[in-house]
């Protein structure tokens, strides 16, 4: 078999013998309990970051939301169909999540095809897609730099969501603006007094 399907068919297995073997097990506690996870987290597709991973959490906790470059689209009610939004209003509205983390990273491909502007062979919707990215700064900004002003637009777009502002005057939810850095594997969080990331303690 091929070696990349053997790595996994191998965690597989050693995650059902961790997290599912017998009655007590997690995933059984999960499926009589159902969900309810505390945290909601919206993080890259990039495969170096996945926030379960990086947070080494167990099932049910994380209620995780993947797309290109972390980007929260702002509130539009249409008839297109927007996974992100349906997500955020799965975790936020049903589940109540207290937390929202939206989980930024160093190297993004998404962010760096924006910055480039260069033309790809196969585009049907990652342009149309990374539009939704801010408007690029007078001055010039590292592809990092740049990732961090797009979790300032992110969290922006969470506050046009009604439900969103609502759970967060009534401090029921909290927005979380995180950068991960991959070659330290460090996460730096957003610090609204200073306006700066600072170290995740
Ligand atoms: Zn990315």
Known sequence: MEKNLQKIIKGY???REKYASGDSSIMYNLYREGQQPAILVIACCDARVD???????????LFVVRNVANIVPPY????????TSAALEFGICLLQVQHLIILGHSQCGGIKAFLSKKESKQDDF????????PALPSLPCSSDAYAKLSLNQSYANCLTFPWIQEKVLKQQLTIHRWFFDIP?????????VQDAYVPLA
């Open 13 to 15: 297995q050693i995650f």
């Open 51 to 61: 926030p379960a991973l990086i947070l080494q959490c167990d099932p049910g906790d």
């Open 76 to 83: 539009e009610k249409d008839k297109t169909h927007h996974g």
């Open 126 to 133: 990652i342009t149309n897609w990374i539009a939704l990215l």
């Open 184 to 192: 330290t594997g460090s996460i730096y969080t957003y610090h609204a």
